[in-house]
């Protein structure tokens, strides 16, 4: 019988023979492959619901695209968002943000000007309020918000990474709601300069779980960067996207995982009355700021 012995609250009435589960196994990684070359080879066409809410974030992430380069700030794509351009040329397929990623440098400056200058955009707005800068659309037809942007900051290590570098790291993490960068450069070695190593900041996704899995990276990875497809327009990249997007989320990086984190907003949004006609103007709205504003 197949079964964890150790659970003795296990009904074995309800158990299967191994062989049996052995067969419902082949069946599911059936389907799973059936799934992931559509997903891989296929351009499927949205619905046109997601159509619009997909043409807003281009052009959101466009306005951020813009505002970067107005104020010479360098930026990536990242996580979720760099694995949809290079798997999808887009995004994945049920993803309902965006990531990016920046060095501290110009992740510190990019807090500045949004702290002064996003009052002039209407519909956005600024969330410092978690371990990483969240810039939102925000729908005043619907109250809510459409679109984020998650900003993660990474941070140069000057010259060689201290023998017990990952503990010292792991250890500055446990207080991670009172981030102090003067006395984290200090404790770690870090450095605004480029150097040959990088780490994702402390309080990013990385190094919280196995999917993403602390790692000390090389600069020649990521820069120079290249343009990659996403969505209707190129954006920045890892000039080594495939090795980046295997370090974040391992080897079979490339195929449909078997489960998929859950999203809500999506489904939220779906539910709304007329939903596509607001989207529809909230996008003509961003699209015309993009193409007049000086940023």
């Given at each position: 019988m197949f079964f964890d012995k150790s659970d003795d609250k296990i009904n074995k009435?309800?158990?299967?023979?191994?062989?049996?589960?052995?067969?419902?196994?082949?069946v599911v990684d059936v389907h799973q492959d059936y799934i992931n070359n559509l997903y891989v080879f296929y351009?499927?066409?949205?619905?046109?619901?997601?159509?619009?809410?997909?043409?807003?974030?281009?052009?959101?992430?466009?306005?951020?695209?813009?505002?970067?380069?107005?104020?010479?700030?360098?930026?990536?794509?990242?996580?979720?968002t760099l694995l949809g351009s290079v798997r999808h040329d887009d995004f994945i397929p049920w993803d309902d943000d965006l990531d990016v990623g920046m060095m501290r440098e110009d992740y510190m400056r990019l807090t500045e000007i949004l702290d002064s200058s996003m009052v002039e955009f209407e519909n956005?707005?600024?969330?410092?309020?978690?371990?990483w800068i969240m810039i939102n659309y925000d729908s005043d037809e619907l109250g809510k918000t459409v679109m984020s942007?998650?900003?993660?900051?990474?941070?140069?290590?000057?010259?060689?990474?201290?023998d017990n570098f990952e503990e010292m790291y792991n250890q500055l993490r446990e207080n991670i709601s009172s981030i102090d960068v003067d006395?984290?450069?200090d404790s770690l070695g870090l450095t605004f300069n480029k150097n040959k190593y990088y780490i994702a900041g402390i309080e990013g996704i990385r190094g919280k779980s196995k999917m993403h899995s602390f790692k000390i990276l090389e600069s020649d990875g990521l820069f120079p960067l290249v343009k990659s497809?996403?969505?209707?327009?190129?954006?920045?990249?890892?000039?080594?996207?495939?090795?980046?997007?295997?370090?974040?989320?391992?080897?079979?990086f490339i195929k449909i995982p078997k489960k998929k984190p859950k999203q809500t907003?999506?489904?939220r949004l779906?539910?709304?009355?007329?939903?596509?006609?607001?989207?529809?103007?909230?996008?003509?709205?961003?699209?015309?700021?993009?193409?007049n504003y000086d940023f």
């Open positions: 009435d309800d158990l299967i023979p191994r062989k049996d589960f052995e067969k419902l196994q082949q351009k499927l066409k949205p619905t046109p619901f997601l159509e619009c809410v997909r043409n807003l974030s281009y052009e959101f992430l466009r306005f951020f695209d813009g505002l970067c380069e107005g104020h010479e700030l360098t930026y990536w794509l990242d996580y979720g956005m707005s600024v969330d410092n309020s978690g371990n942007i998650n900003v993660f900051p990474y941070d140069y290590i000057e010259g060689n990474p201290m006395g984290m450069y497809r996403f969505g209707k327009y190129d954006f920045p990249a890892p000039n080594d996207s495939i090795s980046y997007a295997r370090d974040i989320y391992g080897k079979r907003r999506l489904a779906m539910e709304i009355e007329n939903i596509e006609e607001i989207l529809e103007r909230s996008c003509e709205d961003l699209k015309g700021l993009n193409d």
